[in-house]
């Protein structure tokens, strides 16, 4: 029961390393999936094709050892951008100034399986969703919160325990669901989130 308390505490302090984290994808390459694929598990076979493609590049400008490469041609690790800010156009002028085009305020790392297209649960080496830091509460430079860090941080040591019970696509979004639901008090499945920052103004995803 100790050692079980141990990892738990591990794990969790593992996960609130990556709350910082914030990804601007929109300077990269990336690519998009339907709501039907990402709860399915699944990606389009072009999709895995180019995302592999591009990551054989990238390895190709380090050397990596045999074992290295054979792995990595099995599966590839990828970062989904699950929730993001939608830009709205008032006229000519963006509706919300302050707030980045392609915004994503919550991640969900996964496995992508090579021959099968499928996406799988990357719990491997504490990776795990998570809300950059910038979108929970307390914030230095308020501009939009989704949540309270606390609660946040309360939630994980609730459920991190869980992910001794993740062996499927199905477990794992139950799990990074229930996070989501928790820290920010919405349904996954709505379009839109509320800015904690003044009179809980709905914004869109």
Known sequence: MELKKEITQYLK????AQVDRSIDFKNDE???ISKEEFFNGIKAPNITLKLFENNKK??????KKKDEKDKIDENLYVIIAVKVIRTIEEG????????EDLTGIY???AMLNKEKSILLPA???NKLPWFP?????????PELAIGD?????QVLSDNIYHIYDIFSWEDYLKFCINIYEKTTNCNFNDDYIYNLNGNKEKVEL
């Open 92 to 99: 000519s002028q963006k509706k919300d100034e302050e707030i």
């Open 13 to 16: 302090k593992a996960v609130l």
């Open 107 to 109: 991640f969900i790392p």
């Open 30 to 32: 990336f690519y998009k």
């Open 58 to 63: 990238e390895e190709g400008k380090e050397k």
């Open 149 to 153: 860090n606390k609660i946040y941080e």
């Open 123 to 125: 719990i491997e080496d």
């Open 133 to 141: 830091r910038e979108f929970l509460k307390p914030m230095i430079e």
